[in-house]
Protein backbone atom coordinates (compact mmCIF):
# COMPACT_ATOMS: atom_id res chain seq x y z
CA UNK A 1 0.00 0.00 0.00
CA UNK A 2 2.94 2.74 1.20
CA UNK A 3 4.10 1.84 -2.92
CA UNK A 4 1.07 2.79 -4.39
CA UNK A 5 0.81 5.69 -1.76
CA UNK A 6 4.11 7.32 -3.21
CA UNK A 7 3.68 6.27 -6.50
CA UNK A 8 0.11 8.03 -7.13
CA UNK A 9 1.46 10.77 -4.97
CA UNK A 10 4.55 11.29 -6.61
CA UNK A 11 6.24 11.54 -2.94
CA UNK A 12 9.33 9.94 -1.94
CA UNK A 13 10.56 9.32 1.93
CA UNK A 14 11.46 12.60 3.44
CA UNK A 15 14.83 11.81 5.91
CA UNK A 16 14.26 14.47 8.00
CA UNK A 17 11.24 16.52 9.81
CA UNK A 18 8.01 15.64 9.24
CA UNK A 19 6.39 19.34 9.42
CA UNK A 20 8.30 21.92 10.03
CA UNK A 21 7.27 26.00 10.72
CA UNK A 22 8.77 28.95 10.67
CA UNK A 23 7.38 32.40 11.92
CA UNK A 24 3.84 30.87 10.05
CA UNK A 25 0.76 33.14 9.79
CA UNK A 26 -2.26 33.67 8.30
CA UNK A 27 -4.08 37.02 7.90
CA UNK A 28 -8.06 37.89 7.29
CA UNK A 29 -9.33 41.12 6.39
CA UNK A 30 -9.91 41.49 10.38
CA UNK A 31 -6.35 41.26 11.00
CA UNK A 32 -4.06 38.27 12.03
CA UNK A 33 -5.59 34.39 12.19
CA UNK A 34 -2.63 33.17 13.66
CA UNK A 35 0.55 34.17 13.82
CA UNK A 36 4.44 33.21 14.44
CA UNK A 37 4.27 29.40 14.57
CA UNK A 38 7.48 27.81 14.71
CA UNK A 39 8.24 23.95 15.21
CA UNK A 40 9.78 21.24 13.62
CA UNK A 41 7.91 17.50 14.46
CA UNK A 42 10.04 14.17 13.04
CA UNK A 43 7.87 11.41 11.42
CA UNK A 44 5.16 9.35 13.67
CA UNK A 45 4.32 12.52 15.73
CA UNK A 46 1.23 13.71 17.94
CA UNK A 47 0.89 17.31 17.69
CA UNK A 48 -1.07 18.80 19.85
CA UNK A 49 -2.48 22.19 18.39
CA UNK A 50 -3.34 23.77 21.67
CA UNK A 51 -5.31 27.16 22.33
CA UNK A 52 -8.65 29.02 23.13
CA UNK A 53 -11.44 28.88 21.10
CA UNK A 54 -10.87 32.07 18.80
CA UNK A 55 -7.05 31.43 18.40
CA UNK A 56 -6.83 30.44 14.84
CA UNK A 57 -6.10 26.35 15.91
CA UNK A 58 -8.03 24.89 13.38
CA UNK A 59 -6.84 27.21 10.44
CA UNK A 60 -3.40 26.35 11.62
CA UNK A 61 -4.66 22.79 11.33
CA UNK A 62 -5.54 23.07 7.42
CA UNK A 63 -2.98 25.16 6.41
CA UNK A 64 -0.21 22.33 7.72
CA UNK A 65 -2.32 19.86 5.31
CA UNK A 66 -2.37 21.88 2.61
CA UNK A 67 -5.88 23.43 2.97
CA UNK A 68 -5.58 27.04 3.69
CA UNK A 69 -2.32 29.36 2.26
CA UNK A 70 -0.48 31.11 4.66
CA UNK A 71 -0.05 34.57 3.95
CA UNK A 72 3.64 34.52 6.66
CA UNK A 73 6.12 32.91 7.42
CA UNK A 74 6.87 29.35 5.31
CA UNK A 75 6.57 25.91 6.07
CA UNK A 76 7.48 21.92 5.08
CA UNK A 77 5.53 19.08 5.11
CA UNK A 78 7.46 15.65 3.81
CA UNK A 79 9.44 17.74 1.78
CA UNK A 80 7.05 19.65 0.19
CA UNK A 81 7.02 23.59 0.71
CA UNK A 82 3.85 25.56 2.14
CA UNK A 83 2.46 27.88 0.39
CA UNK A 84 4.20 26.89 -3.27
CA UNK A 85 3.25 22.74 -2.93
CA UNK A 86 -0.67 22.97 -1.34
CA UNK A 87 -1.87 20.16 -4.15
CA UNK A 88 1.43 17.98 -3.19
CA UNK A 89 0.47 18.56 0.46
CA UNK A 90 -3.46 17.65 0.11
CA UNK A 91 -1.85 14.50 -1.53
CA UNK A 92 -0.52 13.09 1.58
CA UNK A 93 -2.45 14.33 4.16
CA UNK A 94 -6.10 13.62 5.16
CA UNK A 95 -8.88 15.13 7.10
CA UNK A 96 -10.48 12.86 10.10
CA UNK A 97 -12.78 14.92 12.04
CA UNK A 98 -12.81 18.64 11.47
CA UNK A 99 -16.40 20.43 12.07
CA UNK A 100 -17.52 22.19 8.43
CA UNK A 101 -15.51 20.57 6.42
CA UNK A 102 -15.39 16.93 6.75
CA UNK A 103 -18.97 16.50 8.58
CA UNK A 104 -20.71 12.57 7.97
CA UNK A 105 -23.80 12.27 6.79
CA UNK A 106 -26.44 11.91 9.37
CA UNK A 107 -28.77 9.77 7.19
CA UNK A 108 -26.45 7.19 5.59
CA UNK A 109 -25.53 4.45 7.26
CA UNK A 110 -22.28 3.40 8.62
CA UNK A 111 -22.11 0.83 5.74
CA UNK A 112 -23.35 3.51 3.35
CA UNK A 113 -20.67 5.45 4.46
CA UNK A 114 -17.83 3.47 4.10
CA UNK A 115 -18.62 1.83 1.10
CA UNK A 116 -19.41 5.50 -0.64
CA UNK A 117 -15.63 6.60 0.56
CA UNK A 118 -14.02 3.51 -1.19
CA UNK A 119 -15.62 4.09 -4.31
CA UNK A 120 -14.33 7.51 -4.26
CA UNK A 121 -11.04 6.37 -3.02
CA UNK A 122 -10.99 3.86 -6.17
CA UNK A 123 -12.30 5.71 -8.64
CA UNK A 124 -9.99 9.31 -8.10
CA UNK A 125 -6.73 7.77 -5.82
CA UNK A 126 -5.73 4.45 -7.06
CA UNK A 127 -2.65 4.35 -9.43
CA UNK A 128 -2.39 3.86 -12.98
CA UNK A 129 -1.23 0.42 -11.89
CA UNK A 130 -3.68 -0.09 -9.34
CA UNK A 131 -6.83 0.09 -11.83
CA UNK A 132 -5.35 -2.30 -14.37
CA UNK A 133 -5.99 -5.08 -12.09
CA UNK A 134 -8.45 -7.60 -12.29
CA UNK A 135 -11.09 -6.34 -10.88
CA UNK A 136 -11.36 -9.59 -7.92
CA UNK A 137 -7.83 -8.52 -7.02
CA UNK A 138 -9.08 -4.70 -6.77
CA UNK A 139 -11.99 -5.77 -4.87
CA UNK A 140 -10.02 -7.81 -2.75
CA UNK A 141 -7.22 -4.91 -1.75
CA UNK A 142 -10.11 -2.61 -1.05
CA UNK A 143 -11.49 -4.83 1.46
CA UNK A 144 -8.22 -5.63 2.56
CA UNK A 145 -7.96 -1.34 2.94
CA UNK A 146 -11.15 -1.48 4.59
CA UNK A 147 -10.71 -3.66 7.59
CA UNK A 148 -6.89 -2.38 8.07
CA UNK A 149 -8.44 0.88 8.92
CA UNK A 150 -11.45 0.00 10.68
CA UNK A 151 -9.07 -2.27 12.77
CA UNK A 152 -6.57 0.54 13.43
CA UNK A 153 -9.38 3.10 15.02
CA UNK A 154 -10.61 0.07 16.93
CA UNK A 155 -14.31 0.43 15.31
CA UNK A 156 -15.95 -3.03 15.58
CA UNK A 157 -19.24 -2.70 13.64
CA UNK A 158 -20.66 -5.80 15.05
CA UNK A 159 -20.70 -3.29 18.57
CA UNK A 160 -22.76 -0.78 17.20
CA UNK A 161 -26.68 -1.01 17.93
CA UNK A 162 -27.74 -1.76 14.84
CA UNK A 163 -24.13 -3.52 13.76
CA UNK A 164 -22.72 -1.84 10.08
CA UNK A 165 -27.05 -0.92 9.28
CA UNK A 166 -26.09 2.17 12.36
CA UNK A 167 -26.81 5.03 11.30
CA UNK A 168 -24.39 7.82 11.51
CA UNK A 169 -26.15 9.87 13.85
CA UNK A 170 -27.07 6.96 15.95
CA UNK A 171 -23.20 6.95 16.84
CA UNK A 172 -21.95 8.17 20.18
CA UNK A 173 -18.93 10.78 19.84
CA UNK A 174 -16.01 8.35 20.19
CA UNK A 175 -17.49 6.09 17.39
CA UNK A 176 -18.40 9.05 15.06
CA UNK A 177 -14.55 10.14 15.67
CA UNK A 178 -13.67 6.67 15.38
CA UNK A 179 -15.55 6.12 11.37
CA UNK A 180 -14.35 9.26 10.32
CA UNK A 181 -10.79 8.31 10.75
CA UNK A 182 -11.11 5.09 9.35
CA UNK A 183 -12.73 6.79 6.27
CA UNK A 184 -9.32 9.59 6.93
CA UNK A 185 -6.75 6.11 6.67
CA UNK A 186 -8.15 4.37 3.61
CA UNK A 187 -6.28 7.01 1.76
CA UNK A 188 -3.17 6.32 3.66
CA UNK A 189 -2.23 9.94 4.37
CA UNK A 190 1.41 9.99 5.75
CA UNK A 191 -0.12 13.15 7.96
CA UNK A 192 -3.23 12.79 9.69
CA UNK A 193 -5.35 15.38 11.43
CA UNK A 194 -8.33 15.84 13.48
CA UNK A 195 -10.11 19.26 14.68
CA UNK A 196 -11.70 19.82 18.36
CA UNK A 197 -10.46 16.70 19.49
CA UNK A 198 -12.13 16.66 22.41
CA UNK A 199 -15.11 18.45 22.16
CA UNK A 200 -18.50 16.23 23.82
CA UNK A 201 -16.21 13.28 25.36
CA UNK A 202 -16.18 12.11 29.28
CA UNK A 203 -12.79 12.09 30.65
CA UNK A 204 -12.66 8.36 30.04
CA UNK A 205 -13.93 8.80 26.25
CA UNK A 206 -10.85 11.97 26.53
CA UNK A 207 -8.28 9.03 27.44
CA UNK A 208 -9.33 6.73 24.94
CA UNK A 209 -9.42 8.91 21.56
CA UNK A 210 -5.60 10.70 23.23
CA UNK A 211 -4.10 6.71 23.23
CA UNK A 212 -5.98 6.13 19.50
CA UNK A 213 -4.28 8.98 18.20
CA UNK A 214 -0.82 8.00 19.78
CA UNK A 215 -1.49 4.86 18.09
CA UNK A 216 -1.93 5.77 15.01
CA UNK A 217 1.16 8.24 15.04
CA UNK A 218 3.02 4.93 16.66
CA UNK A 219 2.02 3.73 13.11
CA UNK A 220 4.84 6.03 11.81
CA UNK A 221 2.31 8.40 10.30
CA UNK A 222 2.17 12.08 11.76
CA UNK A 223 -1.03 13.18 13.78
CA UNK A 224 -2.10 16.71 14.42
CA UNK A 225 -4.83 17.29 16.15
CA UNK A 226 -6.12 20.57 17.72
CA UNK A 227 -7.52 20.93 21.34
CA UNK A 228 -8.37 23.53 23.95
CA UNK A 229 -6.68 22.64 26.54
CA UNK A 230 -4.52 19.20 28.19
CA UNK A 231 -2.95 17.47 25.68
CA UNK A 232 -1.91 13.88 26.07
CA UNK A 233 1.87 13.85 27.79
CA UNK A 234 4.68 12.54 25.15
CA UNK A 235 2.70 15.06 22.55
CA UNK A 236 4.30 17.93 21.08
CA UNK A 237 2.48 21.30 22.12
CA UNK A 238 2.37 23.88 19.35
CA UNK A 239 0.03 26.83 20.93
CA UNK A 240 -1.90 29.20 18.83
CA UNK A 241 -2.10 31.95 21.95
CA UNK A 242 -0.13 32.15 25.23
CA UNK A 243 -0.94 30.36 28.04
CA UNK A 244 -4.19 32.06 29.44
CA UNK A 245 -4.81 34.03 27.07
CA UNK A 246 -8.61 33.70 26.20
CA UNK A 247 -9.40 35.04 22.47
CA UNK A 248 -13.15 33.94 22.65
CA UNK A 249 -14.38 37.60 22.52
CA UNK A 250 -16.84 37.44 19.40
CA UNK A 251 -13.50 39.42 17.54
CA UNK A 252 -11.00 37.00 17.71
CA UNK A 253 -9.76 34.52 14.29
CA UNK A 254 -9.25 30.97 13.98
CA UNK A 255 -11.77 28.12 15.04
CA UNK A 256 -14.37 29.38 12.34
CA UNK A 257 -16.83 28.88 15.42
CA UNK A 258 -16.61 32.83 15.82
CA UNK A 259 -17.45 35.67 13.68
CA UNK A 260 -14.76 36.41 12.36
CA UNK A 261 -14.99 36.84 8.45
CA UNK A 262 -11.83 35.55 7.31
CA UNK A 263 -11.57 32.76 9.25
CA UNK A 264 -15.26 31.90 8.15
CA UNK A 265 -13.87 32.35 3.94
CA UNK A 266 -11.05 30.24 4.55
CA UNK A 267 -12.93 27.31 6.16
CA UNK A 268 -15.43 27.90 3.06
CA UNK A 269 -12.64 27.62 0.62
CA UNK A 270 -10.91 24.64 2.45
CA UNK A 271 -14.36 22.42 2.14
CA UNK A 272 -14.28 23.28 -1.47
CA UNK A 273 -10.28 21.61 -1.83
Not at 214 to 228: D, E, F, H, I, P
Amino acid sequence: MAEEHAEHTGHTEHAGHAVAAEGLGLRGPRGPVFEGITFTAPPGSLIALEGPSGSGRTCLLLTLTGRMKPTAGRAEVYGHRLPKRLAAVRRISALGSVPGVTDLDPALTVTEQLRERVLLQRRFSESVRALLRPRRERAAASRARLEGALGAVGLDLDALPRRSRTAVRDLGRLDELRLSLALALLGDPLLLAVDDAEVKLSDGERAEMWALLRSLAGTGRTVLASCAAAPPEGALVVRTAPRGEDTDDGTGTGTGNETNGGAADALAEASRA
